[in-house]
Every structure is written in C-alpha cells, then in structure tokens.
C-alpha cells in the first residue's frame, strides 16, 4: 500500500493551481499549470474523437493528503471514436515503459480523456475504467470538453467515484 510521502503543498501562485475539494474524504488536487495547459492543448488536437492520457505525479502529506500532477503523457495506440476511447494492450504497455524511462520517481496518479461537445461527466464505461485501473483512493480522473472548453475532475470518495464538485472553464 502507498503511503503519502510528507511534502509540503505546492504554491497556488506560478507553478500550480488549485483545483478544489468537494468531499471531506477526498483529497485535494493540484496540477501544475504547465501541465494543465499541456493537456488543454493536446484535448484540442481533434475534437472529432475522444483523446485520452496519463497523469503522473505524487501522492503526499502536507497537514493532510493530497495529489500533484505533475507530468501527462498522451495515451498512445488508443481507439477511439466520436463518444469512446478504449486504452489497448499496447497504450498500458507504452505508459508503463514511458513512465518508468522518462519519470521513475512518479506514480501513476489518474488518467485523462475528452468529451467532445458531450461536457463534463463519467459514462458508465468511464467509470469501469476507473474502477478497474485507478483503484486507488488518490488515484483521479480528468474529463476535458475541448469544444466547450470546460475540464472537471472525478476521484474517490469511500466506494464511490464522485464529480469533485466544480467544473472549470479554460480562460476563468
């Protein structure tokens, strides 16, 4: 089991923002906002079809738990279409080989994917991904609409998989 490694929390100011926390359990969330714009500007790559990724990061203990992101790797060899994406045999096998190569020191810390013109939200089969791959209870999941420009942040909370409760406009 991963224990949150002691760190103290990122300045909100410059290199990462915020993002909020809806539920007492839950842990807060920070994205380094290089980051973010990294994964805003990849969302808008192709909005005919869902894009996914990685978030790469720590799990740490300031005065209580939180996670960073820190890096995003685009999820290679995916299929996807206008309202799927599915993450084959080969996007796990590249992640992994990426992330250990280029980003030892970090953990998998959730996962990315877009909603083109279908806003924030988990489908059913977003949720089993979920489930099934980012067990954790710090693990997260980012849900990006590159057409309306709004991006929303999913994780645990108990046995249950909740909205974090805001929904972020790009350029707000």
Same mark, same amino acid.
């Given at each position: 089991m991963i224990h949150p490694d002691p760190k103290p929390r990122p300045q909100v100011s410059g290199a990462s923002c915020t993002l909020g926390q809806r539920n007492e359990d839950a842990v807060a969330i920070y994205v380094r906002e290089s980051v973010l714009e990294q994964i805003l500007e990849y969302s808008e790559q192709d909005v005919s079809r869902e894009l996914g990724g990685f978030l790469l990061g720590g799990y740490h203990l /300031?005065? =209580? %738990?939180?996670?960073?992101?820190?890096?995003?790797?685009?999820?290679v060899d995916a299929r996807s279409d206008a309202a799927s994406l599915t993450f084959t045999h080969e996007t796990w096998a590249s992640m992994t080989r990426d992330a250990t190569q280029r980003f030892p /020191?970090?953990?998998?810390?959730?996962?990315?994917? =877009?909603? %083109?013109?279908?806003?924030?939200?988990?489908?059913?089969?977003?949720?089993?991904?979920?489930?099934?791959?980012?067990?954790?209870p710090w693990q997260v999941a980012m849900v990006v609409d590159p057409v309306l420009q709004e991006f929303g942040f999913f994780q645990?909370?108990?046995?249950?998989?909740?909205?974090?409760g805001f929904t972020c406009v790009r350029g707000h």
């Open positions: /300031d005065e =209580t %738990p939180y996670v960073e992101i820190r890096y995003f790797l685009e999820a /020191d970090e953990l998998i810390v959730g996962w990315h994917h =877009t909603h %083109p013109q279908l806003r924030v939200f988990l489908s059913g089969y977003d949720l089993f991904i979920h489930r099934h791959f980012f067990k954790k645990w909370s108990g046995n249950q998989i909740v909205d974090c």
